[in-house]
């Protein structure tokens, strides 16, 4: 079967995550979709990345929401990576990307290519960036319908299962993924250095939200389903029944051999990875061999 290779924030074993030159670079390597992370500025731009702080992976610190978009334009979103930037891919400071500015970058790749948005909650502003995000798209001249924008094929993804609900009104479920992901509260506890109390209350609102999640997708609520790829390892018998069912699969971060293996296996239909060139080649190594 022909599976779809979507960018995970771009080429990002390259380059540094949601950055012009990570998504350049796949769009070079012959991804068949880019993915990025959306959220929005104090002045309620959208822009691609992934933390809900600045701390990880720019020159900033505190909260995203909390910074315009100017100020946000002042940091250094790719020196982490410690990678040199190829000049044709901007300088230092063209590397933060407006979701505009991304999609003026996919116009300008002369092919058809897929988007897939994912919508980052819990956000300080709701489910306006669900409503900024439409807002921007119909200014565009994306048609709802077909989800298509000039060359483009857009989805619209998130963890939050009301996403998918606010978002039914205006996009058919085709274009809806739900995603999933196992819940472990220990890694919870290490990455949000919260007490046990906290965790706890935190690791029931996660485990609500995919309880949720998962009765989307069994009630076809949504055309997609997401899971990550060790929430298959984990629910094989569970996804197995679904794409027996029909279900369409796009299965995230597929960068290991054996996951790419895995996912062949299954019959997955798109997979998103960091490494959309080696991947793509370890798929045509298997299904020469099969």
Known sequence: MKHKIFAHRGSSEQYAENT????????????DGLECDIHLTADLKLICFHDFDLDRTSTGTGHVADHTLEELLRLDFSSWRGVPIPPEYGGVADQLLTLDALIDLMR????????????????????????ELLKYLM?????????RLDNLKLSFMSFHPDTAKHLEDHVPTDHLCQLLDNIE???????????????GAVVALLRRALSEGEALIEQRAVGMAGPGVDYIRSHRPLIERWLAAGLRFRVWTVNDPEDVRLCHELGIHEITTNRPVQVRQLLEQLEAGS
């Open 108 to 131: 300008e790749a002369g092919r058809p290519l897929d988007l897939a948005i994912e919508l980052k909650h819990p956000s300080p502003f709701g489910q306006t960036l669900e409503d």
């Open 20 to 31: 012009r030159a990570a998504y350049l670079q796949a769009i070079t390597d012959g991804a």
């Open 139 to 147: 200014a565009e001249g994306w048609d709802p319908e077909t989800s």
């Open 185 to 199: 509260a220990e890694e919870i506890k290490s990455s949000l250095f919260m007490g046990s109390l906290t965790v």
